[in-house]
């Protein structure tokens, strides 16, 4: 989503601000046990499915801001 990579993983979604240099873990209300197995940014929102379920997250909640 325009500059940010996002990785989804058997840990959770990532979020790299930095061509995947570093990786920050955006698990907040992450289900336990979860998966990410697809990814989809749409308007102002990132979806993840995790196997059961779709996990749903606002980018501008979860895009850190470079300083």
């Known amino acids: ?28 209300g992450w289900p336990e046990h979860a998966w990410a197995g697809c990814l989809a940014a749409s308007g102002p929102d990132l979806y993840a499915l995790t196997g059961s379920d779709v996990w749903r997250l606002q980018l501008s909640d979860i895009v850190l801001k470079n300083k």
Do not use: C, D, K, R
């Open 1 to 28: 989503s325009g500059t940010n990579l996002f990785a989804g993983t058997t840990e959770g979604v990532f979020l790299s601000e930095n061509n995947g240099t570093n990786w920050t873990i955006l698990n907040s």
